[in-house]
């Protein structure tokens, strides 16, 4: 039991934590109050008071990443050896920490560069952060929209005025909203460095894949304005064509699609019709690129609606996989019952460098670097032990890796042991061991 003068003594003792800066101190002492019996307004600044302290972290954490990684950037022309030397130098430390984390090399590398940004040329924002004044959030955004300024050489005066009204509009916005205020003060201060950043920024330009719930995903595009205005209009024209063209049907209910939804299926159509006129002139790893869908015998013989698995995404249910499949060409794998790791991949024609190659990428789909994920048709089928000191090809001794993770192997210093059912050790330059595990046939990595 919890007296009401102890309950008070914590919530003024939350309060005080709040008023304070961050620090360890004011970590463990809300480390030691009870939260259950605080009352709801004393839980929501206990929330507040533990929101500083990990951002206290967060500036600790990024000075162990400076302290791994280094301050700077290599500099390309300080390598003697050759460009190649430069890049793995570049990539051993954003590999370790990723692998450590367990997060995707491009995460950690924006951890990197995030944690330099704030170190080399924005230490007010870097001290508000460790006092617990703004959030992880707020530093992160002031230095993503400072970054271009700070490279282009925007003086140092001009980026601490920036830095200072970005900190004031912190403390009443959002770091959406504090992202919107840097971006209009440089423009303001710097309308040449604006200019340039605009046409950095379309250097970016990019499409990224995320699957949702629910079998759906979602595709961002990241495109100059006119562009994106031009594919939006090729879409609502096809939409607006097929708009008395089409219906669907379900029981006696009948409904037009919304302007939404055949926005989004003109886009698909667009994708499916463009990958089908490339499948005789692009073809990485010797075959057409395809969307692979894995489903148990059963389920295709719609004798059973188990969950199938679209590759690249996840899992879908047996109607749809059976509806995507019914053109498509049929491949026969064999998996082990219990572990569902591929044991055998069928072939009616006997090609082995091609049906090894075929096995390889359906055994392990990405690349077998810890947290990557870059597709296996689009990586390399790498030796673990090489073939001039005797390594075999064969299913046990090859594995699929992205180019970069493969001259990280090569070149790098990073070693790997591997199985025949696809997992693999890994380690470290220093020595840290990593193990990837066998991939089930049926489950999305």
């Not at 009352?39 to 302290?53: R, V």
């Not at 951002?55 to 700077?72: H, M, P, Y």
């Not at 140092?156 to 992202?179: K, M, N």
């Amino acid at each position: 039991m919890y007296s009401r003068a102890k309950i008070l003594l914590d919530e003024e003792s939350i309060r005080e934590i709040l008023k304070d800066s961050a620090s360890m101190g004011s970590l463990n002492k809300l480390h030691q109050i009870n939260i259950e019996p605080l009352s709801k307004s004393a839980k929501i600044d206990y929330l507040a008071a533990l929101q500083k302290q990990m951002s206290f972290l967060q500036e600790w954490s990024n000075r162990v990443i400076i302290a791994l990684a280094g301050d700077e950037e290599i500099d390309p022309f300080s390598v003697a050896d050759s460009e190649e030397s430069y890049r793995i130098i570049q990539d051993q430390d954003r590999e370790e920490i990723a692998a450590a984390l367990r997060i995707a090399p491009a995460t950690a590398q924006l951890k990197i560069d995030a944690a330099r940004l704030l170190s080399n040329h924005l230490p007010l924002t870097t001290q508000a952060l460790a006092a617990g004044e703004i959030s992880a959030a707020h530093a992160t955004v002031i230095a993503r929209e400072t970054e271009r300024a700070i490279r282009s050489g925007l003086s140092t005066d001009s980026i601490q005025r920036v830095e200072e009204r970005a900190l004031a509009h912190a403390e009443l916005h959002t770091p959406g909203q504090v992202a919107n205020k840097v971006k209009s003060l440089i423009a303001k201060i710097s309308p040449e460095d604006f200019q340039e950043s605009v046409e950095e920024a379309m250097q970016e330009r990019k499409v990224d894949f995320y699957p949702e719930r629910e079998g759906m995903a979602t595709v961002i595009a990241l495109l100059p304005a006119a562009q994106a205005l031009s594919l939006k209009n090729a879409l609502d024209a096809l939409a607006q064509i097929s708009l008395e063209q089409e219906e669907i049907v379900i029981g006696r209910e009948k409904f037009q699609r919304s302007m939404d939804q055949r926005r989004a299926d003109a886009l698909g159509e667009i994708a499916s019709k463009a990958l089908n006129d490339l499948s005789e002139f692009y073809k990485p790893q010797r075959r057409p690129v395809t969307v692979n869908i894995t489903m148990d015998l059963p389920t295709a013989l719609g004798m059973a609606d188990n969950p199938a698995l679209l590759q690249g995404y996840g899992s879908i249910p047996g109607s749809v996989a059976r509806a995507l499949a019914a053109d498509g060409k049929w491949r026969r794998f064999i998996s082990d019952p219990i572990s569902g790791t591929l044991l055998d991949f069928g072939r009616e024609i006997y090609e082995p460098p091609q049906a090894l190659r075929d096995f390889l990428i359906a055994r392990d789909r990405t690349c077998r670097f810890p947290g990557c994920r870059r597709a296996g048709y689009l990586s390399d089928l790498d030796h673990s032990q090489s073939w001039e000191s005797g390594g075999t090809t064969s299913a046990e001794n090859l594995g699929l890796l992205c180019r970069r993770h493969h001259r990280l192997k090569t070149h790098g210093g990073w070693q790997v042991v591997s199985s025949a059912d696809g997992s693999c050790l890994w380690k470290s330059p220093e020595g840290k061991s990593y193990e990837i595990g066998p991939r089930p046939i049926d489950e999305i990595v």
